[in-house]
């Protein structure tokens, strides 16, 4: 413990004016931001602080990965992409052989999230295979016990989840934040839902909304894929009168509203009146199950805040966020130098708030989660933009004020 200062060439703040300082620094102790400012001026102003200047790198909050199943680690080719309702299919023929193999590829995950310089996750546990990972693994987690059960007797899903849920909040802790995830509409029965979130309090809510046409037109009535699909499972059909019927199972809520990809006006402007959202997009994802990717210029338009998010593997080709945010910058239909603050900030500010966690910037009173990266361009939002494009691997994380992954540099008293 002691105060610590940790500065670099450029310090990229993630507030909502993007600010860039150059030669920046930031002052913690026990977890948390004291002060942010110039190096020079912070050590000269904290002389007892303990402190290290990086000086070809770039120092940010450490990134946040809202919306991640580690249990689909394993999938590589088991499932079909190019159409949801083919992805779907064999999600339910092949998920038993994925699930086989997962906690070597989970581990790996998790390798993978903190060699990013991810420092929080959004966890969908199906199953609860991840959480003794997740626990014992360095991350900031927010571990989403996800309900599914499409029935209309409710009670053998209720008492199933609930065990999970139970064995969730034992863990709690600091790092480790237990939360309910409500799979989607058409996998959920909307009196197990409400009694699941009568039951729990979760500090925040995730679910996927409308990733496909094919679930609009089930929540329309308009059958389609869906009106076969129960039958074929042996399942019977969870029946909402319409999307905002299922968006009203959320009101009051912190929700992270993940794809939303056939998502309309109406839709968005009733859940930003209804509940607090933040849409989860994961282009890559979207991309491979949905043909598409969400058209940001609308959602902006509704006033509703996006993060962004890898998904699984089960829907992607490896989860990888800072890959995922250089496609979003060659992908969004939003001119680059407005993307690329909206893209950071997507994966810091925005991701750490929608998790209901106060980090994600450079700001006194949030989280010292920190990574720092190489970086030999100027301290400008140019610099910034050829740092995204060739950023491959963080060179050292802190969660929490402490170190955790890459070269460990001393703090030196002065
Ligand atoms: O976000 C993607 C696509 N949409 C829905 N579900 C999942 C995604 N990745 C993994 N899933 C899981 C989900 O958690 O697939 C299963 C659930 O366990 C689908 S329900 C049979
Ligand atoms: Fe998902």
Avoid at 9 to 23: E, G, M, Q, R, T
Avoid at 47 to 54: D, E, G, I, T, V
């Amino acid at each position: 413990m002691g105060l610590k200062i940790l500065g670099a060439k450029c310090a990229l703040v993630c507030n909502p004016s993007f600010d860039i300082l150059p030669n920046g620094g930031v002052l913690f102790e026990g977890g948390r931001i004291l002060e942010v400012g110039d190096y020079a001026k912070l050590c000269t102003k904290h002389p007892s602080a303990k402190a290290h200047f990086y000086k070809n790198a770039l120092l940010m909050p450490a990134l946040a990965n809202p919306h991640i199943h580690f249990e689909f680690a394993g999938q590589k080719n088991n499932f079909s992409y190019g159409s949801f309702e083919g992805w779907l299919s064999s999600v339910m023929s092949n998920r038993s052989q994925v699930l086989k193999k997962a906690t070597a590829h989970m581990q790996k995950a998790v390798c993978e999230q903190l060699m990013q310089g991810v420092a929080s996750v959004g966890a969908i546990s199906s199953y609860g295979l991840d959480r003794p990972i997740l626990k014992e693994s360095p991350l900031r987690v927010v571990f989403f016990d996800e309900l599914i059960g499409a029935n209309a007797d409710i009670t053998p899903a209720f008492e199933a989840f609930s065990k999970r849920h139970a064995l969730s909040l034992e863990c709690q802790s600091a790092k480790f934040t237990p939360a309910i995830a409500i799979h989607a509409p058409y996998s959920v029965h909307k009196d197990l839902a409400k009694q699941v979130l009568s039951t729990y309090k979760s500090p925040v809510v995730s679910t996927h909304f409308l990733e496909s046409k094919a679930e609009l037109d089930f929540l329309e009535g308009r059958g389609g894929y869906f009106k076969d699909f129960y039958a074929k499972h042996g399942l019977s059909a969870p029946h909402y009168v319409s999307p905002l019927e299922f968006l009203d199972l959320f009101q009051g809520q912190k929700l992270l509203l993940v794809h939303a990809m056939f998502a309309t006006k109406v839709h968005l402007q009733h859940v930003k009146e209804s509940a607090h959202p933040t849409l989860i997009s994961c282009p890559r994802s979207n991309r491979l199950l949905s043909g598409k990717l969400l058209d940001f210029k609308q959602i902006n338009k509704a006033g509703v805040k996006i993060a962004l998010a890898t998904d699984g593997a089960s829907s992607n080709a490896n989860t990888l966020l800072l890959e995922e945010l250089r496609i979003a910058l060659f992908a969004l239909n939003v001119p680059l130098l407005e993307a690329l603050p909206q893209i950071l900030l997507g994966a810091t500010l925005r991701a750490s708030h929608a998790l209901g966690l106060q980090g994600g910037s450079l700001q006194a009173g949030f989280l010292a989660d920190f990574a720092l990266f190489g970086f030999n361009s100027q301290p400008n939002l140019q610099g910034v933009l050829h740092w995204l494009l060739q950023a491959r691997k963080v060179q050292s994380l802190y969660i929490g004020g402490e170190w955790v992954w890459g070269s460990k540099r001393g703090f030196k008293a002065r």
